[in-house]
């Protein structure tokens, strides 16, 4: 075996989990980040986890509002996932700049894309600096799922977001 930096162990481990973080911008739109560093944490109560970079404009808005959506985006998001990972909410309204179809999830203010395989909604519980990231560890209120829709996974690392396939 070889040695590895961490960068080049995620492309050994894809494709890895993909989520689209969901949050509130000030004037009540949502922001939308794709984020790779999630796990579930705890069956009972339902927690879950995400680290965001120290400067990320999702983070500040979770741990100011306390609230999430953790989504699964669907397949025909593939293009919208990378643009939203290449700009910031805190300058960019990115819903509307890749023209991404959103709906309304019942008892939250935040919206989700239309095109959503699983959708977590989570109340931040906690936060632990993890050396540039901050972990967000967050109680799941609720989960949406339509397994009708194919969900997508980060490969090479986190360069590419395609679907996985079985087998
Ligand atoms: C496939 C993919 C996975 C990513 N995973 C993470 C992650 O786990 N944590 C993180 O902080 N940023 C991650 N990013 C980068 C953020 O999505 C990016 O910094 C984004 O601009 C943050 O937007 P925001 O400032 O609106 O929150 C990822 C980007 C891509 C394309």
Known sequence: MKERNILEATVLTSPNPLTLICSQNEDGTTNLAPICFVSYLSFNPPMIGFACGKQSHTGKRVRETGKAIVTVPGQSLAQAVMACGSTTGASTHKVAENHIEMV????????????????????????????????????????????????????????????????
């Open 104 to 167: 309304d999830v019942e008892g939250s203010s935040i919206q989700i894309p239309a095109d959503t395989r699983l959708a977590m909604v989570a109340t931040l519980k906690q936060t632990v600096e993890v050396g540039d990231h901050i972990l967000h560890i967050c109680q799941v209120d609720q989960f949406l799922g339509d397994e009708s829709r194919q969900g997508l996974y980060a490969w090479n690392g986190f360069g590419k977001v395609a679907p996985a396939q079985e087998g």
